[in-house]
């Protein structure tokens, strides 16, 4: 049985812009994933976003139609808060850090050797 989460309120346009894509609330910050586009709908399934969603995420932002993702190397920007990032955990336990998004947010690569 799937857990649902609480949603909270949309903001005042009525949308859920500027928030982190994976609990909705606001957030200024984020991070990107470069690699593979599998790359990137892990390091989203890391932070609890199931891999149906994970991969229409990464579909929508290449540009593919749903289901499918572009060859080759791509850069996916997400918006991202903190707390959320740090569900992603390492073999050292520690989550990706985020940046904030008027500067340079970190990119995550996957490690050498990972395809």
């Known amino acids: 049985m799937k857990t649902m989460m609480k949603t909270p309120a949309p903001g005042l346009d ?3 812009r500027g928030a982190c894509v994976v609990c909705l609330r606001g957030t200024d910050t984020g991070l ?4 593979e586009a599998e790359w ?3 390091g989203l399934m890391g932070m609890g976003i199931p891999q149906d969603e994970a ?3 990464v579909s929508n932002s290449t540009g593919c139609d749903p289901g499918m993702v572009p060859l080759g190397e791509v850069t996916v920007c997400v918006r ?5 990032a740090n569900r992603a955990v390492d ?3 520690k989550g990706p850090k985020v940046g904030l998004l008027t500067n340079d947010i970190p990119n995550y690569r996957p490690p050498k050797g990972v395809q």
């Open 14 to 16: 009525g949308t859920y």
């Open 55 to 57: 991969s229409l995420m």
């Open 80 to 84: 991202v808060c903190q707390q959320c």
């Open 40 to 42: 990137a709908i892990a």
């Open 32 to 35: 990107a994933f470069s690699g």
């Open 91 to 93: 073999k050292n336990g």
